[in-house]
């Protein structure tokens, strides 16, 4: 049971890596400036490297070797949230998303940090400082935009608006909740959303942006039981062309 | 054959990163065990970022370098036990950086806010007159930033926690 809790906690932090890493790599040679190009590009990398350091671990406890699992499932088998999939939009919708998921990824690993499986302690901790240029990277840019043009501040206010119910799709609640909690593998999606809302107010706050009253929004639920937007299946079509043509080639 | 193992690092210190070949895998910090198990040599390495891609070059380089030296009874692995962090690159490290024309990482303690790394001292004039253009750079592991003494832009070698 706790090797199944375990499992699935694996796979929904490694297929939300995977996917985000993925849309991040639709900025490359098309970032509003170079330096975005790149940071989102940076990122992009981070991210897919460390779903394969996950995905490397789930093949430790029986799953299938990395590549298979990245690239041979449906979207039906992937447990990301639906806030990853969604299309990157114009800039200001992928730079909210980079900040509501990335603060949410950054305590996630934070709290994982002190898990009692080891290996996943040790590879969290990694995480987490390579993370802290995600974060970094996110705060500056919407202090900045977030106070900058009528243009921009109304930009970013409205991504935010269509955002927040997909980001708190984070934190749909898992089965295996209280699973974790009692073998101390990770404090939980609960004590992790009051966590994420407390610093996502902070940073807004810095802002003239503003929020809207958590009791007031639906959550987007459905991505971690492979429930998923149209817009993840031909994600993944794109994303495993060369390896279903060529599952030996080396690129 | 005997096992040395001062001279097994003594080895490992000819191989170099593949993208700063001023810098041994030893000096940049990220083999992490060399052991005698048993007559077969086993060692961990472990990477800068987990998205490095230069990681199954590096572990390729130290086996063929341990074949080269005639240490044919060998296992080299990937860890994280004892993950990296920028502190470490030893002195020697830093200073072949420098060299190179990379400036080295401040202590990674000191890196809690990006604004750390306004003023990064230039590694060609020493000087701080210095600004960050992007904590993002041509590999993970650099940032970029630009001298207003030398008008010329630099990167540095990003501190990790």
Partial sequence: MENIALKELLYKIADDQLILGHRNSEWTGMGPLLEEDIAFSSMAQDKVGQSYAIYQMLHQLGEQEPDTVAFMRNATQFHNCQLVELPNGEYDFSLIRHLLFDTAEYIRFDYLSTSSYQPLADLAGKIKGELQYHTLHANTLIKKLGTATEESINRLQHSLQVALPYALGIFEPSPYENILIEHKIFKGEVALQQAWQEKIEFIISKTQLTLTDWKVLQPVYGGRVGRHTEHLQPLLDEMSEVFKIDPTAEW | ?161
């Avoid at chain 2, 096992?3 to 170099?16: A, F, G, S």
């Avoid at chain 2, 998205?51 to 860890?79: R, T, W, Y």
């Avoid at chain 2, 001298?147 to 926690?161: I, T, Y």
Wanted: with cysteine; aromatic share 8%; hydrophobic share 35%.
């Fill in chain 2, 1 to 161: 054959m005997e096992i040395d193992i001062e001279k097994v690092w003594k080895i490992l210190e000819e191989v170099k990163d593949p993208e700063i070949p001023v810098l041994s895998l030893v000096d940049l910090g990220v083999i992490t065990k060399v052991e005698n198990q048993n007559q077969n040599l086993y060692i961990e390495i472990t990477p800068t970022f987990v998205g490095c891609p230069a990681l199954d070059f590096m572990k390729q380089e130290v086996e063929e370098k341990l074949n080269q030296h005639g240490f044919i009874k060998h296992e080299v692995k990937v860890s994280f036990e004892k993950p990296w962090n920028s502190d470490k690159i030893s002195e020697k490290g830093k200073q072949a950086l420098k060299q190179f024309g990379l400036a080295p990482p401040i202590s990674a303690e000191l890196f809690t806010d990006i604004s750390v790394l306004e003023h990064v001292i230039c590694p060609r004039c020493n000087n701080n007159n210095t600004e960050l253009k992007n904590p993002f750079g041509p590999t993970l592991c650099r940032s970029i930033h630009y001298c207003n003494d030398c008008k010329e832009a630099f990167e540095q070698f990003k501190p990790l926690q």
